[in-house]
């Protein structure tokens, strides 16, 4: 199986042709043409998109520069491997911006909602809703404003943008402010560490259906997303996910096992469905404000009802990352 993909965003290269007794054409919008314009027809196709997907650096397509137009950029920080946050103006609650985009894979597009707006921008499908779009109630019960944008490609990527800034503004000219530059960046196709902002990670380069392979297992490529690999195992779906988690929501009790340095942790309270995880790297850098959940660490995460299957899966992931 492959990699991440759920929610993703993308844009298109522009192609200016020129001849010696021709002007040159105004240039088309991002996101008109070029390769995430272009619907895969196979499986094989399907599959580049995902690797294309999981290889672009989030943090570059919104770059520090674009973000001090908002306002005074705080800090950017990388909240998973496809996802991207940052804050900018006041820091107190209530009064700042946050900002945050994820690039992911959406075989069916993303579902838009009906009381929002929906546009075109060469090829790409765009919607957006704000908090009041979604429930007009809420005027005067509100302490902040939220945006939510989707960019849908026909090549299946897809870009979230979520915003929320102070009352008295309205948040969706943020998402739409944004948005041309991911499309134009997303062109580019920028790799992990392009920001300075993007750590790198044991998990960046490494593909989440790895383990799958050596299960002896053939994943779908219609099953998955992003930094996620589903498959069936032992009569169960197994789901894997390679992410960034807080400490203290990981590493709870004592190791059930440790595999070259890298400690796993069970899920004992779970009866039914069971979610098992191993910390597999350092803690990752941030300039973000410190949590009282701990630092962030490079995670695998195993899902299933079959507890032995998960616990299988999540020993053999874990031995493919190096020791620590």
Same mark, same amino acid.
């Given at each position: 199986?492959?990699?991440?993909?759920?929610?993703?965003?993308?844009?298109?290269?522009?192609?200016?042709?020129?001849?010696? #007794?021709?002007?040159?054409?105004?240039?088309? @919008?991002?996101?008109?043409?070029?390769?995430?314009?272009?619907? @895969?027809?196979?499986?094989?196709?399907?599959?580049?998109?995902?690797?294309?997907?999981?290889?672009?650096?989030?943090?570059?397509?919104?770059?520090?520069?674009?973000?001090?137009?908002?306002?005074?950029?705080?800090?950017?920080?990388?909240?998973?491997?496809?996802?991207?946050?940052?804050?900018? =103006?006041?820091?107190?609650?209530?009064?700042?911006?946050? %900002?945050?985009?994820?690039? &992911?894979?959406?075989?069916?597009?993303?579902?838009?909602?009906?009381?929002?707006?929906?546009?075109?921008?060469?090829?790409?499908?765009?919607?957006?809703?704000?908090? %009041?779009?979604?429930? @007009?109630?809420?005027?005067? /019960?509100?302490?902040?404003?939220?945006?939510? $944008?989707?960019?849908?490609?026909?090549?299946?990527? $897809?870009?979230?943008?979520?915003?929320?800034?102070?009352?008295?503004?309205?948040?969706?000219?943020?998402?739409?402010?944004?948005?041309?530059?991911?499309?134009?960046?997303?062109?580019?196709?920028?790799?992990? &560490?392009?920001?300075?902002?993007?750590?790198?990670?044991?998990?960046? =380069?490494?593909?989440? #259906?790895?383990?799958?392979?050596?299960?002896?297992?053939?994943?779908?490529?219609?099953?998955?997303?992003?930094? /996620?690999?589903?498959?069936?195992?032992? =009569?169960?779906?197994?789901?894997?996910?390679?992410?960034?988690?807080?400490?203290?929501?990981?590493?709870? =009790?004592?190791?059930?096992?440790?595999?070259?340095?890298?400690?796993?942790?069970?899920?004992?309270?779970?009866?039914?469905?069971?979610?098992?995880?191993?910390?597999?790297?350092?803690?990752?850098?941030?300039?973000?404000?410190?949590?009282?959940?701990?630092? /962030?660490?490079?995670?695998?995460?195993?899902?299933?009802?079959?507890?032995?299957?998960?616990?299988?899966?999540?020993?053999?992931?874990?031995?493919?990352?190096?020791?620590?």
């Amino acid at each position: 199986m492959l990699r991440r993909f759920g929610m993703v965003a993308a844009a298109a290269v522009v192609l200016l042709s020129v001849t010696a #007794c021709q002007e040159d054409l105004p240039p088309a @919008p991002a996101g008109s043409e070029g390769y995430w314009v272009t619907a @895969p027809e196979t499986d094989e196709q399907r599959w580049e998109v995902l690797r294309k997907v999981q290889a672009i650096d989030p943090c570059a397509l919104v770059p520090r520069t674009e973000l001090a137009r908002i306002g005074t950029v705080n800090w950017v920080d990388v909240r998973m491997p496809s996802w991207c946050e940052a804050r900018m =103006g006041p820091t107190e609650h209530g009064k700042g911006t946050a %900002l945050s985009w994820t690039l &992911s894979v959406a075989p069916n597009g993303i579902q838009r909602s009906e009381r929002g707006r929906t546009t075109k921008i060469g090829a790409v499908t765009v919607g957006t809703v704000s908090d %009041l779009d979604s429930n @007009p109630d809420l005027q005067g /019960k509100l302490v902040e404003r939220n945006c939510t $944008a989707s960019a849908s490609f026909p090549s299946t990527a $897809a870009v979230m943008i979520f915003v929320t800034t102070p009352l008295g503004t309205e948040p969706c000219p943020v998402a739409d402010a944004v948005l041309p530059t991911i499309l134009a960046q997303l062109d580019k196709e920028p790799r992990h &560490s392009t920001s300075p902002d993007t750590p790198r990670t044991v998990l960046l =380069g490494r593909d989440p #259906c790895a383990v799958a392979n050596e299960l002896g297992v053939t994943p779908a490529v219609a099953d998955q997303r992003d930094w /996620k690999c589903s498959f069936p195992y032992r =009569g169960d779906t197994i789901e894997v996910r390679y992410t960034y988690d807080k400490e203290r929501l990981i590493a709870q =009790g004592e190791p059930i096992f440790t595999i070259n340095g890298h400690p796993g942790y069970g899920d004992p309270s779970s009866d039914e469905f069971h979610s098992y995880n191993a910390v597999v790297g350092p803690p990752l850098p941030s300039s973000k404000p410190a949590s009282s959940m701990g630092p /962030k660490l490079p995670v695998v995460s195993v899902f299933g009802r079959d507890e032995a299957a998960v616990e299988e899966v999540l020993r053999r992931a874990t031995a493919l990352f190096p020791a620590a």
